[in-house]
């Protein structure tokens, strides 16, 4: 048996009132036209996608992280560069009645 939510119904998507399209830039492009390196951009996404997710937490609200295979999709539909790249999807807002969280624990 798949564990909850890892199958292809994701019903939590259509019904959050918010979903935050992060996106990761690989490099920034000057005036001039030139390609520009970031370095550290993974971890710096994630760091900033971290204090967004405590700061979202801290106001009451839920959030869950959602990372679709593959993601380039969203690229088109949100039209954004191609020095983008989708880093997750967070969807937010207030959690159900009710709602039960899997106690998961790892070895």
Same mark, same amino acid.
């Given at each position: 048996?798949?564990?909850p939510g890892t199958d292809a119904d994701k019903p939590f998507l259509?019904?959050?009132p918010y979903l935050i399209a992060i996106f990761s830039q690989r490099y920034g492009?000057?005036?001039n036209g030139e390609k520009e390196k970031h370095y550290?951009?993974?971890e710096s996404v994630g760091i900033a996608t971290g204090i967004l997710i405590t700061a979202i937490? &801290? #106001?009451g609200l839920a959030s869950l992280t959602h990372t679709p295979?593959?993601?380039g999709f969203l690229n088109e539909i949100l039209g954004r560069p191609e020095n983008e790249r989708p880093f997750l999807l967070l969807v937010v807002?207030?959690?159900e009645? &009710? #709602?039960k969280v899997p106690d998961i624990s790892k070895k």
């Open positions: 048996m798949a564990p259509e019904e959050a492009i000057k005036e550290f951009v993974k937490h &801290n #106001v295979s593959p993601m807002g207030y959690p009645e &009710n #709602v």
